[in-house]
């Protein structure tokens, strides 16, 4: 199982950006599709965005099309996430994941490392 440790995160005006990165450890971290998921307090983890293993193909959930942008390093075993526009309700706990099933939009693990915190400011 490929350890993967999120960071990146921080405080940014609401309009703001921030680049989370998503590192991992293990030789099988290019074999496999990862993805970004983000919990608010109150609410269910949700799907925001996936990259397939060699980056070909990338998934975003319809709240943030067009504002964030997924990508990847396999010689650096590193998935990022940009994010930009950022708006209150963007505000969360971020986590990655190796993900799978329809647009590789569910987590395949169900250990989840600490996250990274997103706060966004009014």
């Known amino acids: 199982q490929v350890q993967l440790v999120e960071s990146g995160g921080g405080l940014v005006q609401s309009g703001g950006s921030l680049r989370l990165s998503c590192a991992a450890s293990g030789r099988t971290f290019s074999s496999a599709a990862t993805g970004w998921f983000r919990q608010a307090p109150g609410k269910e983890r949700e799907f925001i965005t996936a990259i397939t293993k060699g980056g070909g193909s990338t998934y975003y959930a319809d709240s943030v099309k067009g504002r964030f942008t997924i990508s990847r390093d396999n010689a650096k075993n590193t998935v990022y996430l940009q994010m930009n526009s950022l708006k209150p309700e963007d505000a969360a706990v971020c986590y990655c994941?190796?993900?799978?099933?329809?647009?590789?939009?569910?987590?395949?693990?169900?250990?989840w490392g600490q996250g990274t915190q997103v706060t966004v400011s009014t």
């Open positions: 994941n190796t993900v799978c099933g329809s647009s590789y939009s569910y987590p395949l693990f169900d250990s």
